[in-house]
T-cell receptor, first 110, second 114 residues
Framework: EDQVTQSPEALRLQEGESSSLNCSYT??????LFWYRQDPGKGPEFLFT???AGEEKEKERLKATLTKKESFLHITAPKPEDSATYLC???????????FGKGTLLTVNP | NAGVTQTPKFQVLKTGQSMTLQCAQD?????MYWYRQDPGMGLRLIYY???????DKGEVPNGYNVSRLNKREFSLRLESAAPSQTSVYFC?????????????FGDGTRLSIL
């Protein structure tokens, strides 16, 4: 059975305080991994796709990396508007089914 | 840029009532999905449709039925609602080609069953 664990469950940072979120997984036939951002009352919003170990993607203050067993979302000098729940979702098999983690709730205080 | 549109946004039902949740996408995507999101749990797949006319069960299909009405629309029906089906329901769609495309989500339907 595919499993995904995200840590920490919640993270509180001061504005400008960099940190990392972790996503570890066991997925058969892994094809890649997505990172999403979810704001309260909204659906998940796509951030990144990572396909292979060693790959990195960047967008503004966010950088996602991938190894064979885990992915990290690094947040550099975060701002209050980065506050959200961040979801990772590895996928595998021929039908691209996603397995979502429970998410990390990030709060950035001004 | 509507993307994925879900209706209604909120609904309260009594146990035993039936209801259909509607989802439409305007991105010409082939694949569509229904998920539920509960506190402390990740998004769980209920049903999906790889193309018009086909549907398949996901992780938690019991108590639900779906219809892929056409390429744009994918509905989720609760025939006899139960309190355990209180949840936030998300619809998503995905472009199949090229491969490895992400799913794009609507903003959800918040359903309470009393």
């Amino acid at each position: 059975e595919d499993q995904v664990t995200q840590s920490p469950e919640a993270l509180r940072l001061q504005e400008g305080e960099s940190s990392s979120l972790n996503c570890s997984y066991t997925v058969s036939g892994l094809r890649g991994l997505f990172w999403y951002r979810q704001d309260p009352g909204k659906g998940p919003e796509f951030l990144f796709t990572l396909y292979s170990a060693g790959e990195e993607k960047e967008k503004e203050r966010l950088k996602a990396t991938l190894t064979k067993k885990e992915s990290f979302l690094h947040i550099t000098a975060p701002k209050p508007e980065d506050s959200a729940t961040y979801l990772c979702a590895p996928y595998g098999g021929s039908n691209y089914k996603l397995t979502f983690g429970k998410g990390t709730l990030l709060t950035v205080n001004p | 840029n509507a993307g994925v549109t879900q209706t209604p946004k909120f609904q309260v039902l009594k146990t035993g009532q039936s209801m259909t949740l509607q989802c439409a996408q305007d991105m010409n995507h082939n694949s569509m999905y229904w998920y539920r999101q509960d506190p402390g749990m990740g998004l769980r797949l209920i049903y999906y449709s790889a193309s018009e006319g086909t549907t398949d069960k996901g992780e938690v299909p019991n108590g639900y039925n779906v219809s892929r009405l056409n390429k744009r629309e994918f509905s989720l029906r609760l025939e006899s609602a139960a309190p355990s089906q209180t949840s936030v329901y998300f619809c998503a769609s995905r472009k199949d080609n090229p491969s490895n495309q992400p799913q794009h989500f609507g903003d959800g339907t918040r359903l309470s069953i009393l």
